[in-house]
Structures are given as C-alpha cells and as structure tokens.
C-alpha cells in the first residue's frame, strides 16, 4: 500500500482499531540498543520497525522512556514530558513514531499516574515543604501512629515487598510525616482527589496526543483512589503480589477512579483519529474488569483472567466465554494477552510444576521449573488459539521467537526492586526482560554491536535469533506470521464465535468457516479425514492433533 494510503487510514475516524487488532509490546530497554550502552533505545526501535511491520502488527505500545531514574526500569517518572537520555530524546521519539506511521503501524505509549518517581520536581517541592502545605497535597503524605509519629499511618504492605509507606525527615532535620507508594520506596503516589494532580495529567495526555500518539497503556489503573480513610488491610498471602485475586481491597478496584477515565475519554475524544486508552488493571473478576471499559471509560483493558489462566481445558473455555460475555455485556470487545514485562513468559509459564504467583519470577533456586520442550508446545499451541479469538490480541516482545524465561539470571544482576525488597526471596520480573536476540551470529545477538547487555542473555538464544527463524519454515516466528496473516485475511479480530464440541480436553470452537481446536489432553485428538489444515501450532502428519498442539482448518 502507498504510503500516502496508509497515513490516511491511519487517520480514518469512527475506524476503532483498537477492537480488532494486534498489539506489539516493546520493552525499550531490550528490544534493539542502536548506542551500543547495553540499554535499547529509541533510535533501536526504529532501526527494527520493518521486522514488526513483516511479522504483521497493528500497533506498538512502547514501556515507559521517559526520564526517569530507572529504579523501577522506568515506570517511576521524574519529567513526564521528555525523553531519558538512555533512550534518545524526543526528536528521536518524533522520528520513530513518524517512521512506524508511515508503514501504517499505530503507536501507543506507556502513562503512568498512579505514581511519579521520588525525583520528580513536585515530591522533591513536597519534602522542603511542610506538613499541610499545597505541595504535601499532591502526594498521599500523612503523620504516622504511636506516641511520636513512629508507626505507620497504616499496615498496607508493597506491591514490591516491605511496608507501603516511608517515613521522612522534615527540613528541619527531625523525624517527619510518611508517605504512601505502593511500589517501590521511590514511587510515592500521587493524590488523586487532589485536582491540581487530574489538570496537570491532562496537560501531560495533551501533551504525547499533541505529538500524535495514538494511545495509552494506563499503568495500575486499578489503584490511583484509595478508600477514604485508609483503613487498615491484611492482604491473603494467596491472591499473589498485587492482590488482584480478592475484593475489597481498599487501595485497588476503589469506584473513584471511573471518574478520571470518563474525563480523558472526553479528552481523547476531542482528537482526531480514534485515540484509545487501554487500562492494566488487575481485579478479581472479569466482570469487574469490565467496568473499565464502559462506554464511556476506557477502550480496552487486558485480560489478566486470560493471562492467568492454566494450562486446563475447561479453564481456557471458561475463561474465554466469560471474557466474550462480561466485556460484550459493556459493549466492549476482549482483549487477549498471554505475556508481559510482569510476568512469567508463557512458553515457560505454561509448563511450570509448582505454584508460581505472579511477580515471584523463576530462579536458579525455583521449585517447578518448566521442561522446556513442553513449555514452547503449549505456548505456540496458546497462542494459535489467542489469534483466532475476536477482539485485540497483545503481544510481548520475543514471544514470536518463542523466547523462554530465563531463569539462570546469576544474582548479581538482578535489577528488579522485587529481588531486593524481599531479600531475595522473590527474583521477581528479569527474567521476561532480557534483551531479545536479532542476529545468532552478532555480538549480544544482534542487540546492538558491542555485545553490552543490561541483563546477561542466556548461551543457548542463538537457535531463537530472528535471522535463525526467519530461514526455518517450522520456527515460532513464521508460526506467528502466518497466524497473523490469516487473522487478517479472515478479519477474525471481529465477529462471533460458535463453540463445538471436541471432548474434555480440548477447546474448539468455529469461526466462521475455520474451526479451531486445541488438544490439552495427553492422547492425541482425531479430527475427521475431511480436516484441511490453515495452521498448525507444530508441524504434523495425518489428522490427529498431538497433545499440547493446536491447529486451524476447514471441512471438506
Ligand atoms: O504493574 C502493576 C501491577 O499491579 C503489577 O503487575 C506489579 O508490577 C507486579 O505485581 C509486581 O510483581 C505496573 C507495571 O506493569 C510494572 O512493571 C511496574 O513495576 C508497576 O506498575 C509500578 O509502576
């Protein structure tokens, strides 16, 4: 298509991509590193964007570049409206995102308002103030419990591990007030309720719309309004690291927040070419996550009950006629996602043995590791199902290599506050980090060119290096590939699903005239000698679908 083209329909309004398309996650600091620093850049991104545009992408949401001291790999923000210097600067930001428009691939970049960094120049105004001054307000700063102000305001614990809050010393040099993050010791969250803080996140929207972004990913939608009065909460050691499995947490799923959403859905609506916000918020059922996405909220939001999900026939149905009926019921469409920059990778996650809660990550010292041969089976198998479902599918970067874990990440290395938080007991987010390997052959695999890499890659990733895979017609890059093609072709991102029935251990379903079965059992699956194969999740002869394999086809 012309380039002209292309643009224009970029620009179409009334299109609603969003409900249809396919989503690339790119974590800058490893996707391409073109200053040769060990930390991706800008600039790399855009030297790499004909390889998203081949694998067949609708749109990239890029992991926070702003500046930022990196205690949180970026998700704790000193200037929200420039570039780190890690990263590039913001005419490189310009260029990138005029590159990818101009081969018709959307942009969305990565907000975060539920908390700044602790050098943002407003806590830094917030600690030389004094208690109950305009610039306390922004942030969540109360006076501590006990005789001298010594315990804290409250018992909610970190995201990250420890307490949520942190007592500091005022300018006078004597022990002062605390204050509230949920992550990180340098992550204080802002106050909602104050609305200085809604007016100056609307000018930071207008900002990145102004310079033509085509969205968001809102980084802990769930969290920016904590129940009045903070009561106290004793989190189930179960539900995982960021609560998400239970109700009535009081600093998650608060009903405050759908306010701010109708706000800057009013606000993107005032922008030409179907602007969209797409909300991270973990909540303990998808209905709801489904008030995320009212009409008048946000556009999308990710389906962790998916992501979730276990390797288990009857979950998966579930899972996805629940997801399918709770954001149909809103009017919204689902979304589907298996991996991120928080999670376990799926070609590993899958075939895990042992309890792994999410943000716990695998280390050398882990119970359950995966076997690595079923990890990937299952993970192209999970995926071929995702891309037939209707609605947006968000992919992470390295999944279409069929990148596992890596969970050999020598201590020394690690980076992810989790890892120091709780001394080590939880290794936390690296391992879905690594830089991603380009070229078997180059140094740090085609990362950049002086073989620097911020996490160690492991010895073994050569075979999963994007030139490798392209030559190989059976590689998870070509399966990926096709799957999109065909997704396209068909136009399955929209449309209804009809199910059938294939036995306990499958999950089948028809699209249209594709039907799509996924065998989860441990025998393999007769499909009829009238099967004629579009895709299969890994190669095979006949018409019986091997265990952990998937496949699309039609009858007759
Ligand atoms: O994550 C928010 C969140 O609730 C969790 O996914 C959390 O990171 C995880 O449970 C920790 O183990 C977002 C970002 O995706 C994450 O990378 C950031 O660290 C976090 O917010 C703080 O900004």
Redesign the pocket.
Known sequence: MAQLEQLEQLAAPGSQWWRSAVIYQIYPRSFADASGDGIGDLPGITSRLDALKQLGVDAIWLSPFMTSPQK??G??VADYRDVDPLFGTLADFDEMLAQAHARGIRVIVDL?P??SSDQHVWFQQALKAAPGSPERARYIFRDGKGENGELPPNNWES??GGGMWQRITEADGTPGQWYLHI?DVS?PDFDWNNEEVREEFRSILRFWLDRGVDGFRV??AH?MIKAAGLPDYVPDPEA???G?GEENVPYWGQDGVHEIYRDWHRLLAEYDGDRALCG?A?LPTLKKTALWVRPDEMHQTFNFGYLMTPWDAERLRDVIRESLDDFGAVGAPSTWVLS???VVRHASRLALTADNP??EGIGPKSKGKPDPVVGLSRGRAATTVMLSLPGSAYLYQGEELGLPEAMEIPDEFRQDP?WFRTNGERY??DGCRVPIPWDADAPAYGFNDTGASWLPQPAEWARFARDVEEDDATSTLNLYKTLIRLRREHALGSGSLVWEDAGEDAVAFRRGDIHVVANLGTAPLELGDDATFLVQSAPFAGTALPPDTAAWFTRG
């Open positions: 949180d790999a998700y704790d975060v539920n908390h995201v990250f992550f992550q980084d802990v969290g995982g690291s960021m998400g991270e973990w991120n920059h928080d999410q943000g989790t936390g987010r």
